[in-house]
């Protein structure tokens, strides 16, 4: 599932920059339960991204800004509950690991879903209803 992170330079600490992905993969198995899964915790991937000085926007502005994308099987995030917790816990890891000011307001977090039948894992495309298998198989 792939996660990519995107932050201004300087948001976070230098050991925030460090933390940062580890912490929103573990949030992300996390509320599904699924935290351990042989079968998911390795193709929880990504890459954390900064940006230089002066080359975030919001508002038409340069600011600081963190935004958070998960591309995910659509059969994930099945409640709104489970969707509200994630954006709560990735929002608090930023806050947690932040260098300075960086309000709340300019934190994204974004989710995509994929189409059934094209999540694909070293070659295999999965369906949902294989991808589940696989999932239950590992816990």
């Known amino acids: 599932m792939p996660i990519s992170i995107q932050l201004s330079q300087g948001l976070l600490t230098p050991q925030g920059e460090r933390e940062v992905f580890p912490q929103v993969a573990d949030a992300l198995l996390a509320v599904h339960g699924l935290r351990g899964n042989a079968f998911l915790a390795p193709v929880v991937i990504g890459h954390v991204d900064i940006y230089p000085e002066g080359t975030s926007y919001a508002g038409g502005q340069a600011q600081s800004l963190a935004v958070v994308e998960v591309k995910i099987p659509a059969m994930t995030f099945p409640e709104q509950s489970v969707k509200a917790a994630f ?23 974004n989710v995509t879903y994929t189409v059934d039948g094209t999540w694909g894992i ?7 209803e294989a991808l589940g298998a696989a999932i239950a198989a590992a816990a």
Request: hydrophobic share 35%; aromatic share 6%; proline share 3%.
């Open 87 to 109: 954006v709560d816990a990735v929002t608090d890891i930023i806050d947690r690991l932040k260098a300075g000011d960086h309000p709340r307001a300019r934190t994204f977090v």
């Open 122 to 128: 070293g070659g295999k495309a999965y369906t949902n």
